[in-house]
């Protein structure tokens, strides 16, 4: 591994910006706050202060998953890198920090561009950059946009032999299963005939692990949702007195997920823009699902939309997957 306190200052790469316009996110907020059942869109928890909180969860104790995927990687990167063949275009999903990223790089054959796609433009600014210093040769062509909205893949010098998406941290488990039909969809569309998908997918497992991941005991996950109302009283002129409402969540069996919620500490209004949404005492904002599967039921869902599992790695307790699949 490369020390990065003796490199130099990355030269600013260029964005692609493919940003859904404010007036698009405020009104995703609105219709979901105006909703019978509140919610906030999963996406809007990500600005630059929420980023480096989920950085802060990703090295808490109770939250295994960071760990046993980095574990996981370290353990297969090469095994991963021969799957995925040489020559390829790497497009990240939801790269974040990019740290697992390395250990796929440091191994895979020639890659032909590294395309990291995420909606928190200084997560990806400062990680695309490091990507940049750490492989001089890899073309880094980072692109900022709602992996779920409208984006380009920027064309490449030279032609990939093949274009493999990489979506690792369980972030899949942030959609509902039809959702993530919907995303396996559009995995394929963008990965073309002969493509490839490198998962990571959380397994299901006890109760009281799951809950302790996602409501650790130093509050650090609870700062992070909490963090989404500050966001939206800066960029929409809301006036949510965040210190009004408690963070909770609680593994939901029936569905397979854990739920994570506002909850209003008291009867309240908040203004967004103009419009008035009354909050009784008690009542819950949604602001993340983080859905959990077995290799069979994902496996089915991927199967849904034409998708075989091709390879899976799992650490020694089968708390974490990464999973290779292909479509024709
Ligand atoms: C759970 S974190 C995972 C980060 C990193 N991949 C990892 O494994 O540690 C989710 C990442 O996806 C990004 N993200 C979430 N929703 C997104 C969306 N709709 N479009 C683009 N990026 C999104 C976030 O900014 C964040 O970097």
Not at 23 to 28: F, G, N, V, W
Not at 205 to 221: F, I, M, N, P, Q
Not at 254 to 266: D, G, H, Q
Request: charged share 30%; hydrophobic share 35%.
């Amino acid at each position: 591994m490369i020390d990065l306190d003796g490199l130099a200052e990355a030269e600013c790469l260029p964005l692609r910006d493919w940003t859904p316009a404010r007036e698009r996110m405020l009104q995703e907020v609105l219709e979901g706050l105006q909703r019978t059942e509140k919610s906030i869109p999963s996406k809007l928890l990500y600005d630059a202060r929420g980023s480096e909180l989920f950085e802060r969860i990703c090295e808490l104790d109770e939250y295994y998953l960071t760990r046993t995927e980095l574990a996981i990687m370290e353990d297969h990167a090469p095994e991963m890198a021969a799957q995925l063949g040489p020559g390829c275009l790497l497009i990240e999903y939801g790269s974040g920090s990019g740290r697992k990223t390395r250990l796929l790089l440091d191994q895979l054959e020639d890659p032909c561009a590294y395309v990291p796609i995420d909606i928190s433009r200084e997560a990806l600014r400062q990680s695309a950059e490091t990507l940049a210093l750490l492989y001089p040769t890899l073309p880094v062509l980072p692109v900022c946009a709602d992996y779920t909205g409208r984006y380009e893949i920027p064309k490449t010098e030279t032609d990939a032999l093949r274009r493999v998406v990489y979506f690792p941290g369980s972030t899949i488990g942030n959609f509902t299963p039809e959702e993530a039909l919907e995303f396996l969809k559009h995995v394929t569309e963008v990965g073309g005939p002969g493509g490839g998908l490198l998962v990571g997918v959380d397994l299901e497992k006890d109760r009281a692990r799951l809950e302790a991941a996602y409501d650790d005991a130093s509050g650090v996950t609870a700062a992070f949702e909490l963090n989404v109302l500050a966001r939206i009283n800066r960029e929409f002129g809301a006036d949510f007195r965040p210190e009004r409402f408690d963070y909770e969540s609680r593994y939901n069996d029936l569905m397979r997920r854990i739920e994570m919620y506002l909850v209003s500490r008291r009867t309240q209004q908040v203004r967004i823009d103009g419009v008035e949404i009354p909050f009784e005492c008690g009542e819950r904002i949604q602001t993340e699902y983080a859905y959990k599967y077995n290799l069979e039921t994902f496996a089915r869902l991927a199967e849904l939309v034409g998708l075989q599992v091709e390879r899976v790695w799992k650490d020694r307790e089968d708390l974490f997957s990464v999973q290779y699949l292909t479509w024709e």
